[in-house]
């Protein structure tokens, strides 16, 4: 915790199954789906290159102006 609290992460513990608890998280899983589908469907391509669109998808997130 002194290691996460030094680099600005805030630890919580949340129950499992309550994914009500982590939406966040849940918001973000929804749109890196989204995106990935979006990827794969314009680029016209089947599903097995779900892990490269989902790379592509992580990192077109990440490089995204966002106000913490």
Known sequence: RTFLSH?????????????HQN???ERVLRTLNDCV?????HANV???FWPDALATAS?????R???P
Do not use: E
């Open 37 to 41: 589908r979006t990827l794969l469907f």
């Open 59 to 63: 990192l077109l997130l990440n490089l």
């Open 7 to 19: 680099h600005g992460t805030v630890f919580r513990l949340t129950c499992p199954y309550t994914s």
């Open 46 to 48: 089947p599903p097995r």
């Open 65 to 67: 102006p966002c106000c």
């Open 23 to 25: 939406g966040r998280a």
